[in-house]
């Protein structure tokens, strides 16, 4: 076997009034491709020995497709918990911001007050604040999302869409995802975001238990259950953790 250096180097494009960023790779004996990482990264391999210039005007040429991919993989990517989890921080549930106010006890707890996550902890630092936290948004989650599955499931009961398993834990590229075995995975972020937004996270992998690809048939499915997911989707796009 041969080993080979690729010859990597970047570049970008603009597209509308964004700049899509690109890495290319030079390889011989292939033929131009472009794919789009589900991390947005924008992966272009060329063939040895091309000029740039065409490169970029055969980029150029699928920008607006590169555009709607890496849309696509945006709304699956919740963006990093870098919280400090201080008093005075706003912290989201339901879409609503609230300010956290932490305070030293011995019952450790969350209540919700007015704008205020009302934290207590014996000894408050930062794991243990967001440990508490978590809890509280964990035990949210499980109750109004498992109330949601079975409001979709028993507001269409023709489609006979049982889930075998609803598991709710963090993830870091989607906000859920449907196995071809029927279990659904719902991202734990998803309880921060507005409750038209969950729903319709929802009822996307519901509709995925019939049908796991997003063929136009899959569509036809979800626009039934819920005629408005559209909308909703583009605010779940537009939403920062
Ligand atoms: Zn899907």
């Given at each position: 076997?041969?080993?080979?250096?690729?010859?990597?180097?970047?570049?970008?494009?603009?597209?509308?009034?964004?700049?899509?960023?690109?890495?290319?790779?030079?390889?011989?004996?292939?033929?131009?491709?472009?794919?789009?990482?589900?991390?947005?990264?924008?992966?272009?391999?060329?063939?040895?020995?091309?000029?740039?210039?065409?490169?970029?005007?055969?980029?150029?040429?699928?920008?607006?497709?590169?555009?709607?991919?890496?849309n696509?993989?945006?709304?699956?990517?919740p963006?990093?918990?870098?919280?400090?989890?201080?008093?005075?921080?706003t912290?989201?549930y339901?879409?609503?911001?609230?300010?956290?106010?932490?305070?030293?006890?011995?019952?450790r707890?969350?209540?919700?007050?007015?704008?205020?996550?009302?934290?207590?902890?014996?000894?408050?630092?930062?794991?243990?604040?967001?440990?508490?936290?978590?809890?509280?948004?964990?035990?949210?989650?499980?109750?109004?999302?498992?109330?949601?599955?079975?409001w979709?499931?028993?507001?269409?009961?023709?489609?006979?869409?049982?889930?075998?398993?609803?598991?709710?834990?963090?993830?870091?590229?989607?906000?859920?995802?449907?196995?071809?075995?029927?279990?659904?995975?719902?991202?734990?972020?998803?309880?921060?975001a507005?409750?038209?937004?969950?729903?319709?996270?929802?009822?996307?992998?519901?509709?995925?238990?019939?049908?796991h690809?997003?063929?136009?048939?899959?569509?036809?499915?979800?626009?039934r259950?819920?005629?408005?997911?559209?909308?909703?989707?583009?605010?779940?796009?537009?939403?920062?953790?």
């Open positions: 076997m041969s080993a080979s250096l690729d010859i990597v180097s970047h570049h970008s494009l603009t597209f509308g009034q964004k700049l899509i960023p690109f890495q290319l790779t030079f390889r011989p004996k292939i033929r131009l491709s472009i794919s789009v990482l589900p991390n947005r990264q924008v992966m272009v391999a060329a063939p040895e020995g091309q000029a740039l210039e065409k490169i970029l005007a055969l980029v150029k040429k699928r920008a607006g497709w590169i555009a709607k991919k890496r696509y993989f945006e709304q699956f990517h963006l990093p918990d870098e919280k400090r989890f201080i008093s005075g921080e912290h989201l339901l879409g609503r911001q609230y300010r956290l106010k932490l305070q030293d006890s011995e019952a707890g969350v209540k919700l007050v007015g704008k205020y996550f009302q934290i207590s902890v014996k000894e408050v630092d930062r794991e243990k604040v967001k440990a508490t936290l978590d809890a509280w948004y964990m035990k949210r989650a499980e109750k109004l999302f498992i109330d949601k599955v079975d979709f499931l028993k507001s269409q009961p023709s489609l006979r869409l049982t889930p075998k398993k609803i598991t709710i834990r963090r993830m870091t590229k989607r906000w859920g995802s449907c196995t071809k075995a029927g279990s659904i995975l719902l991202n734990i972020d998803l309880i921060k507005p409750l038209h937004c969950i729903e319709y996270v929802i009822a996307h992998e519901l509709c995925h238990l019939r049908i690809d997003h063929s136009p048939a899959f569509y036809r499915l979800l626009s259950l819920m005629p408005d997911w559209e909308k909703r989707k583009s605010r779940l796009d537009g939403f920062v953790l």
